[in-house]
């Protein structure tokens, strides 16, 4: 996109519910970049050496920051992506408890790790931060996704440098005068507006030890290709296609209502949200039929729009690529003619390889609903995919499903639930979802475990 009037390109704000262009932001200059990389060594040389006490209290006050302008930010994420106002609120609570739990457990997360070695001495390894740090953020969940980095690495004592999503440049822009309001050293926390090219130049540059990038495939191919160059540390998390597996149920509606709330949440833009459902031949039946029902009942004329008409279309044309081929859409999949980014809610079934929707992530609305007929089958088919984020695995004997769930080639498993979620559990994926983990113990991420070792004694 491009600034109008001047022809530089831009990041820009179009309002997924009109189609319309809001506002636009230029690409920072060759000067800015290099004056944020200095800014940010230099804050780093000043936040390194804070105890973890203080640099917790700072992030605390952060926190507190950000819960006041949950409104407002809300606000600024359902102009930027369509993201329902509860839903947009409900995104900054969470945020707020990821900010409390790390400046609570950051300092017994950090403590120095006693060693006993062989022979007289001493040895310890101590958590030591490492430098400044490259986030590159997406615009599903606009801020979720920019805290989960930022904040225990500025606990640790990195600071952080952020590109975010060039649909979303009112949240980055927010999300850095929280952090300066804080009153953070300036340079703890910066957000770039950097071309691809200038990103990799970011990761390039001597000072910056780390990048973590959430976001597609191909970008994170692309970001770990760089680091790797430069022998930097990379963290991805990428695109999910995560089975919800119905064994048996005492109560399909129930389990078939769950299925489509956790569907729907973010109108389906989360790389955890349960892609494909997967369930057994003697209630697959009586499922659809319940998720039909919720379809059906949506009321299209109010459900939210997806982040973007070019979001909407790419859905929508994956669905039809499955319909052409055999697969049949028992509800919804209707993309607005008015140019906004609605796209109805969809029940898809009969869905085969030859696919596009069968190997693709399908980024929205849109319940993927496969029969099985035993537990080897639900194994064979969850484990079908070149992704390995998260999966669900529900059955009134939990044995049978923690038995299942075992088997399954994911970086996180639920059992009875559609997921648990919070700021002490850790979140990845493996295979293509990405690497490395955030949350919870993901604090060591972008650490240097020092070891220092001691002898007491004369000097030799």
């Known amino acids: ?88 609120i409900d995104e900054i609570e969470y945020c707020a408890s990821i900010f409390d739990h790390y400046a609570d457990q950051g300092p017994a997360l950090l403590t120095d790790e006693e060693l006993t070695p062989r022979g007289d001495g001493r040895a310890v390894v101590r958590s030591r931060p490492i430098g400044p740090l490259l986030g590159i953020m997406p615009w599903n969940y606009p801020c979720y996704q920019v805290v989960r980095f930022a904040v225990p690495n500025l606990v640790l004592g990195n600071t952080v440098i952020v590109k975010h999503a060039e649909s979303v440049p009112l949240t980055a822009k927010a999300l850095e005068e929280v952090f300066l309001d804080a009153s953070l050293p300036h340079g703890a926390y910066l957000d770039v507006f950097a071309t691809h090219e200038q990103v990799e130049a970011v990761i390039a540059d001597p000072r910056v030890q780390g990048v973590s990038l959430t976001g597609s495939e191909r970008a994170g191919s692309v970001v770990a290709a760089a680091a790797g160059r430069h022998l930097k540390k990379c963290v991805l998390e990428l695109g999910g296609s995560d089975p919800f597996i119905v064994l048996d149920s005492p109560d399909v509606t129930a389990v078939a209502t769950l299925a489509w709330q956790t569907r729907m949440h973010n109108n389906g833009q989360a790389c955890t949200s349960n892609k494909r459902m997967l369930v057994m031949a003697d209630i697959y039946d ?43 859409l028992l509800a919804g999949g209707v993309l607005a003619s008015d140019g906004s980014a609605r796209y109805s809610p969809a029940v898809l079934v009969d869905v085969t390889e030859d696919m596009r929707a069968w190997h693709e992530e399908l980024f929205g609305p849109v319940a993927v609903v496969h029969r099985v007929t035993h537990d080897e089958h639900a194994v064979r088919l969850a484990n079908s995919t070149p992704y390995g984020l998260g999966c669900a ?68």
């Open 1 to 88: 996109m491009t600034l109008p009037g001047t022809g530089r390109p831009a990041y820009q704000v179009v309002d997924p519910a009109t189609g319309e262009p809001v506002r636009s932001f230029p690409y920072a200059t060759e000067t800015e970049v290099a004056d944020i990389l200095d800014a940010s060594q230099a804050a780093y040389l000043d936040w390194r050496e804070r105890t973890v006490a203080e640099r917790a209290d700072l992030v605390r006050r952060a926190g507190a920051a950000l819960l006041r302008r949950s409104r407002e930010l809300a606000a600024t994420m359902r102009l930027e992506m369509g993201k329902p106002l509860p839903e947009g």
């Open 286 to 328: 009586e499922f659809v039929t319940a998720l039909v029902t919720e379809a059906e009942a949506v009321d299209t004329a109010v459900h939210p729009p997806l982040a973007s008409r070019a979001a909407a279309e790419h859905l929508a044309a994956q669905v039809e690529d499955a319909v052409a081929k055999g697969a049949r």
């Open 393 to 460: 695995v529900f059955s009134a004997d939990p044995e049978r499903a923690r038995r299942v769930a075992e088997r399954l080639e994911t970086g996180m498993a639920n059992i009875n639930t559609a997921s648990m979620d919070g700021p002490e559990l850790p979140f990845g994926g493996v295979r293509r979802s990405g690497f490395g983990r955030e949350l919870g113990p993901g604090i060591s991420e972008f650490i240097n475990k020092r070891l220092v070792c001691t002898v007491v004694g004369p000097h030799v």
